[in-house]
């Protein structure tokens, strides 16, 4: 009967261990696979522009105006905002089609933003 219950024991230990070690493989394969094994306190899932690089990884990178898109979108914005002068633009805003950054003459900076044909469709104070 000694043998019996010894041999029981090292079982259970063994399916224990056995057990330890696929949840471990799975864990692994999970993270390697970039699937969250488990969250993070207090949400943990921000974005890298949450975190502040200023880039929405869903957007993608910032894109700047250029050529005389940027002529038109920058006057727009200066003659809406009436002062300062334009320190970014960005391409495909997800607030409009156009993002153009004014620092005013105080030095507090607006974003405004334009529609494809350069109509001002609201702004925001940073």
Do not use: C, W
Request: no cysteine.
């Amino acid at each position: 009967m000694m043998k019996s219950i010894a041999a029981n024991r090292r079982l259970v230990i063994v399916v224990l261990l056995a057990g330890l070690l696929l949840g471990a493989v799975f864990a692994g394969a999970m993270a390697f696979n970039g699937t969250p094994v488990l969250a993070q306190p207090g949400g943990g899932d921000e974005t890298e522009d949450e975190a502040g690089d200023g880039d929405d990884d869903a957007e993608g990178p910032d894109v700047p105006i250029t050529g005389t898109a940027l002529e038109q979108a920058s006057a727009a914005a200066l003659d809406y905002i009436g002062e300062g002068r334009v320190t970014d633009t960005e391409v495909g805003d997800e607030e409009g089609y156009y993002e153009i950054e004014i620092t005013r003459d105080d030095g507090r900076q607006v974003d405004v933003h334009l529609d494809e044909a350069f109509n001002v469709l609201g702004h925001e104070d940073d």
